[in-house]
């Protein structure tokens, strides 16, 4: 495994960390989330293209396979650590001050509902150079923007590769808008989400 850029993190403190993904998405996520111990210092939100109704399947699923406490996000929810949320199917999750959540049915963004650039551009806003967002496999443009919002606020950007993603769009898209502070492999994004932990 490639050594992660020293410079990217160094001296920096994590105050939440929001992950994007579509097409191939469960699969990535089972490949990286597992890496979280359960004294996760910070929120973990996820936001996956998902059919409306397969959301709370997905919430067990998860549980059954990692230490931190795992939610479907409701409104006005509380951010906590060591806690991972998933944004409901058919609902957009944002972040509003003090880390509470908050749920609309506003139009689809890039056809999602949730979609992947309102969570992290309100998180941008919310929690500015402390937030770390993570773009996966996918195959719209949705999370670019977010990701980029995320980077103009200070934050940490990191991209799946390309190469490696289950599809390649997502990524290929993120890239293109705003170069990511790192493109890595999902088994280089397990380690990070260990670096951060342990950064606190």
Not at 86 to 93: C, E, K, M, S, V
């Amino acid at each position: 495994m490639e050594t992660l850029p020293g410079t990217v993190l160094q001296g920096r403190q994590f105050a939440a960390v929001v992950i994007g993904a579509s097409a191939g998405g469960v699969n990535a996520l089972l490949e990286i989330l597992p890496a979280l111990p359960k004294s996760t210092p910070f929120p973990v939100v996820v936001v996956l293209h998902v059919m409306k109704g397969r959301q709370n399947q997905l919430a067990e699923v998860f549980q059954q396979r990692l230490a931190v406490r795992v939610l479907e996000a409701a409104d006005k929810d509380e951010l906590h650590p060591g806690t991972l949320y998933f944004a409901p199917a058919g609902y957009h999750l944002s972040v509003e001050e003090g880390g509470v959540l908050s749920l609309s049915q506003e139009e689809p963004v890039h056809f999602a509902r949730p979609a992947i650039d309102i969570t992290m551009a309100s998180a941008a806003d919310v929690y500015g150079p402390q937030l770390a967002g993570i773009l996966l496999t996918g195959a719209n443009q949705d999370g670019a923007a977010g990701l980029a919002a995320i980077g103009a606020a200070g934050g940490l950007t990191v991209v799946q590769d390309p190469l490696e993603a289950q599809v390649a769009v997502m990524p290929n898209e993120a890239i293109r808008l705003r170069q990511p502070d790192l493109v890595l492999t999902l088994q280089e994004i397990r380690s990070l989400l260990l670096k951060l932990e342990n950064k606190q």
